[in-house]
């Protein structure tokens, strides 16, 4: 069974609203002809060379990402240059690029946020930042834990729940400090800081948290902090996106999560002892 990729296209907005992304983002269609048919559809973080030879290898019509290929604006997409590459074998390959970024951060539900609340077992989460005209809507999120736990038992918890990664979990506070209320943002959400606090979370996970940002949030009262790869805080929006969409088009699309981890970070070497 095929569905037109116009139609898949009409899906995914249906439930990642462009209007949702920040003004600066590029989301939607990248390349591809809502004419052609689509079978079989890959979903990754980002849209790697390696994500773009699975897409090739197993034959797939569509790749939809979370992390843009182009931010900025282009003038042309070359063969020899790294990212026109990857469009000119996706084309050539017969497959279309879907992105989906900071309106699937802020998409209820099914969005990005809405998945690592869920995935770390959040109760009755709420967006941090919602969207004034939507308050299901909105970056990041905040719930309670279905038991307390301490800071360590909850890094442990995100460890499990979360893909490995070279950078691992990282807490920041009293590792025998008892959180019951966690708020989370996924990708980079240092600046949701204050919300967390307004919003009485123990602790706040996100990623690509800064030095001095955290070393001044120890010195005042607020939530502790848990630091995560990017790549690991917004994959399990993956598997939700997949199978939302299969069930959006009647089971009429193979739906597959990229195998190619694309955390950017390789190795770790921790001090002996």
């Known amino acids: 069974m095929t569905v037109q990729l116009g139609k898949v296209l009409a899906a995914l907005d249906a439930r990642y609203d462009p209007a949702l992304a920040e003004s600066w983002d590029a989301v939607g269609l990248v390349c591809g002809d809502p004419a052609e048919e689509v079978r079989r559809v890959v979903f990754a973080v980002d849209p790697t060379a390696a994500v773009v030879d699975e897409v090739v290898e197993t034959g797939a019509q569509l790749l939809v990402t979370h992390h843009p290929l182009?931010?900025?604006p282009v003038h042309g997409v070359p063969a020899d240059d790294p990212k026109g590459r990857l469009v000119h074998r996706l084309v050539r390959a017969g497959a279309a690029l879907f992105v989906a970024h900071t309106n699937a951060d802020r998409a209820p539900d099914s969005g990005v946020n809405a998945a690592l609340a869920g995935v770390l077992g959040l109760v009755d989460a709420v967006p941090l930042q919602p969207v004034p005209d939507d308050?299901?809507?909105g970056l990041g999120r905040v719930g309670r834990l279905p038991e307390p736990m301490t800071l360590r038992e909850f890094a442990g918890r995100a460890a499990?729940?979360?893909?490995?990664?070279?950078?691992g979990v990282r807490t920041a506070g009293d590792p025998d400090r008892i959180v019951r209320t966690v708020a989370v943002c996924g990708g980079s959400g240092g600046s949701l800081l204050g919300a967390a606090a307004a919003a009485g979370a123990d602790v706040l996970l996100t990623s690509d948290l800064k030095h001095h940002p955290v070393s001044d949030a120890l010195e005042v009262p607020g939530p502790a902090l848990c630091d995560v790869a990017h790549y690991a805080s917004e994959w399990p929006w993956?598997?939700?996106a997949a199978e939302v969409l299969r069930g959006d088009l009647g089971g009429r699309v193979a739906v597959a999560v990229s195998t190619r981890r694309t955390d950017p970070w390789s190795h770790r070497a921790d001090a002996p002892g």
Do not use: E, I, N
């Open 135 to 137: 308050p299901r809507a």
């Open 238 to 240: 993956l598997p939700v």
């Open 160 to 167: 499990a729940a979360l893909p490995a990664t070279a950078g």
């Open 70 to 72: 182009f931010l900025t």
